[in-house]
Structure formats: structure tokens, C-alpha cells
């Protein structure tokens, strides 16, 4: 049996809040977001049940400091640290790592992450991890390493507990009601080859869809320990029979009764009864990777989406009751300013309408291990390798269009959150008091993530 300890070290940044938990991309929060990281705690979990002594220890979520940290290694004395890196705060890995086996050298130490699995040389020239772990199956060759087994069979039902469910349940701004989590139906998007600017589509090589019953029995499970909403963060929600035979099951089982779900889908991937029966079977939200309206740059992305598609299956959403959540991004290589604009235009039209129900708008990162960085490379269109820049803050890639330019265009899509037509829809579209106090939750998201009015620039 070993001592192992799951770690996320304390990263303090002017930035605000980093989001490392099961995130395909790396943003600071002014306002705290916590998602609870599936992969990890599968892993844990599964060490766990094979009878070693585990401690999950979120020093982000936790808001611990370096020295909290670093006596919660030394008393514990573990046998085995896990580190799961990504590409913006590797190098504060590396530190980590260094300083505990510089410390504590009996200490084994495991790196893992979609930025090792691209480049997992450089890790182990920068730092004195004892296993450099590549692949988005990590979790299953972790277990492999601490217990010279190999795994079999199907993912085990996560210890919540054990993974501290409660650091990630109530500030995470995806949840309407208090207190939700996440699972994940499939690993990760069924889309392959995947869109060229995801992370996960290069590690994970094939999607692992688990059966809807398995699936159910969890959700049942979480709804009678007191989950209010649970949002599936599976790459894309598995559709056509699957899905059709998940609503089945959940309403059948009354489950719906107790608590409300959310997604993420692609355009073009449902029909009309698909929204209807998803809104029967307790789902609040669909989160839909948009990226741009203009179908030049859905083609590059390998979006395989048509531009038609989008209107229509907002409208069906909205039709069916469901709430639509909008991810937009900024800052393509090859797209000029009136290009953006159009994205920009549109986004602000379906949120004013109310087509939309929100929107996230970010900067486009080129990670290491993606088709569009291995484009970027060969075509010297990176403006940085240093990957601290890739936090989504500024362009990695070479533009036409100026960064003040595509930072007004990305706070501009905040900024029609308080539009009064907008505002106008949410208010009259309140109905309980959970609307409410989730109406002020999100209003105080936006006002953080850009500070006051004065600094949020406006499109010219």
C-alpha cells in the first residue's frame, strides 16, 4: 500500500483566480470559478479502491499558501505526489517540483497534463519529476505506475468526499441551483478528428462513451445525496440513441423531480425532439462552442458545423424552454477586423433577443500538441513561446487586427450583458427566487471578470 497525495499547488497571480480543474483552457478569474476535475478524481479513486492511503489536496480552491502547502507534504510523507500541469503554469510546476525533491528527494513524483503529453522532453529536461506521464488516458497509466497493475474495466463511481466535492459545488457560475457538480458521460468528444485548436482531441485519440446505465446510477446517486444540478462535461453530450435512451431512463426514474442538468453540445448534432426531450428529462442549459459565425473559420477549425445550423438550433432551444450558453473566441490568424465584427454583431444580437442566455468570450490560444499550433509553428505565426502568455489574456497569434482591437471585441460581448434589453429579458424572466439570487450571481461575474465600467474599452 502507498501514500499518495493528488496536488494542486497554490498559484497567487494579479490575474486573479487560476482555473486548473478539468479545463481544456487556461483562464485567471477575478471572481472565483472551481470545476470539479473529473479525471483526477477517477484517478484518486481508483487508487483508492485498490487500498492505498490517499489525500486530495486543491491549494487554488483551498487558498492555501506556498508554506500551508509544503507542511501539508512534509507532515503527510507521501510516497507519490500526482501533478496534472497545464500549458500556462508549467513552469510554476516545475518550481513546485523541484523545491519538494529537493526537500524531500524520497518523495516520487508524477507529471501528468495535455502539455507534457505535447511536449514531454522539455519537462523532463526542466524539472526532476520521476515519471512524465503522456496521453489523455494518464489516469489509467498512473494507476499502472503506483501499483504495477494494469487497470481493467470501466471507470469506478467517484469518492465525492474523498475529492472534497464541496470546494467546487456552489462558486462555479454553470450552476443555477446549489449544490452541483460535474460528470463526465463519455471521454471526451465523439467529433475526430477533433477541432484544431482542442487540447483534449490530441490526447485523447478516441472517445470512451460508458453506457447510459452506468451513467444514470450515478446521477440517481448524486440527486439523492443532495446535488441540485449536474452538468455533463463530456467534449460533446453523446446524442442520437444514447441520448434518446438516457432522457428515457432519468424520467422514468423521477429524477428529474430533483435536479436540473447542463451540457456540451455541438451545432447540428440534435433535431427538434431531441431539444424537446432533453428539456422533459431536467435539463436547464446546453453549452455550445460557437468559436465564430463566419463558416471561412468553422472550415479551418474543423468545426464540421454548417452556419445555418446555429440559428436554427438556438431557436429549437429556446423554444424548447432551454437556456443557450454562447463560447466565442477572438484573435485568428486569418481573420480580418470586419470578419470578427461579424461574430461580434451576431453574438450581441442572439443576447439582446434572447437567443442566447449568456456568452463566454476569450482569446483564441494556439496550445502546444494542437493542429492549429503545429500551423502556427510551421507557418511563424507564434508571437510567444514563453507559455505564461497563454493564459488567454493577450494574442498568441500574429493578427492583422490590433490587440486592442480583439480585447474590445471580447469585453464588448460582457458588456451586452448589461444592455438594458438584455437586462430587461433576464428581470422579466425571473420566476423564483433561485432565478434571482442566480440572476446576482452572474450579474457580479460579469462586473468582475473585466473590474469597473471605466476600464472595459468599447468596440470603435
Not at 496534472?84 to 516520487?108: H, M
Not at 485548436?197 to 485519440?205: K, Q, Y
Not at 444514447?242 to 440534435?270: D, P, Y
Request: glycine share 6%; hydrophobic share 40%.
Amino acid at each position: 500500500m502507498s501514500k499518495i497525495i493528488y496536488a494542486t499547488p497554490p498559484v497567487v497571480s494579479p490575474k486573479g483566480y487560476a482555473t486548473v480543474g478539468n479545463q481544456r483552457q487556461f483562464q485567471y478569474f477575478k471572481d472565483p470559478t472551481f470545476t470539479y476535475p473529473i479525471v483526477p478524481a477517477t484517478c484518486i479513486t481508483m487508487l483508492s479502491n485498490a487500498g492505498n492511503e490517499v489525500l486530495w489536496i486543491d491549494a487554488i480552491a483551498e487558498e492555501l499558501n506556498e508554506l500551508e502547502f509544503g507542511q501539508l507534504i512534509v507532515n503527510n510523507q507521501p510516497d507519490y505526489i500526482i501533478f496534472e500541469a497545464p500549458t500556462p503554469l508549467i513552469k510554476r510546476y516545475w518550481e513546485i517540483i523541484d523545491g519538494i525533491k529537493n526537500n524531500v528527494p524520497n518523495i516520487q513524483i508524477i507529471l501528468c497534463g495535455d502539455h507534457v503529453t505535447a511536449l514531454p522532453e522539455e519537462s523532463k529536461a526542466n524539472c526532476k519529476a520521476d515519471f512524465v506521464v503522456q496521453g489523455g488516458k494518464w489516469h489509467k497509466d498512473v494507476y499502472t505506475i503506483i501499483t504495477q497493475k494494469e487497470w481493467e474495466g470501466a471507470a469506478p463511481k467517484i469518492n465525492r468526499d474523498l475529492t472534497r466535492w464541496w470546494l467546487y459545488a456552489y462558486r462555479n457560475g454553470n450552476f443555477k441551483y446549489l449544490p452541483g457538480t460535474y460528470i463526465m458521460s463519455a471521454m471526451d468528444c465523439w467529433h475526430r478528428p477533433g477541432c484544431t485548436f482542442c487540447s483534449w482531441a490530441n490526447s485523447h485519440p478516441t472517445c470512451e462513451t460508458r453506457t447510459v446505465k452506468d451513467v444514470v446510477d450515478e446521477v440517481e446517486f448524486l440527486a439523492r445525496i443532495g446535488f441540485k444540478e449536474i452538468f455533463d462535461d463530456s467534449g460533446t453530450f453523446p446524442t442520437g440513441d444514447w441520448l434518446k435512451e438516457f432522457c428515457r431512463e432519468v424520467i422514468e426514474r423521477g429524477i428529474t423531480e430533483h435536479v436540473s442538468f447542463g451540457c456540451n453540445m455541438r451545432f447540428g448534432a440534435l433535431d427538434e425532439e431531441d431539444f424537446v426531450l432533453l428539456a422533459k428529462a431536467g435539463f436547464r442549459m446546453i453549452l455550445w462552442g460557437l468559436e465564430s459565425v463566419n463558416q471561412d473559420t468553422l472550415n479551418r477549425l474543423n468545426k464540421k458545423v454548417d452556419i445555418k445550423d446555429i440559428s436554427r438550433d438556438l431557436a429549437f432551444a429556446k423554444a424548447a424552454g432551454l437556456k443557450s450558453h454562447l463560447t466565442v473566441m477572438f484573435g485568428y490568424w486569418w481573420e480580418n477586423e470586419g470578419q470578427a465584427r461579424n461574430t461580434y454583431d451576431m453574438v450581441q444580437y442572439w443576447l439582446r433577443k434572447g437567443y442566447a442566455y449568456s456568452a463566454q468570450a476569450t482569446i483564441c490560444i494556439p496550445y502546444p500538441g494542437t493542429p492549429l499550433w503545429q500551423e502556427c509553428k510551421e507557418k511563424n505565426l507564434l508571437r510567444s513561446e514563453n507559455w505564461e502568455d497563454y493564459d488567454m489574456s493577450q494574442p498568441i497569434m500574429k493578427s492583422s487586427i490590433s490587440d486592442k482591437q480583439i480585447k474590445a471585441f471580447q469585453k464588448g460581448i460582457y458588456n451586452t450583458m448589461l444592455h438594458p434589453e438584455f437586462v430587461w429579458r433576464k428581470i422579466m424572466g425571473i420566476r423564483d427566487f433561485n432565478d434571482l439570487k442566480y440572476f446576482f450571481r452572474a450579474g457580479k461575474k460579469i462586473y468582475d471578470r473585466f473590474g469597473n465600467m471605466a476600464e472595459r474599452g468599447k468596440v470603435s
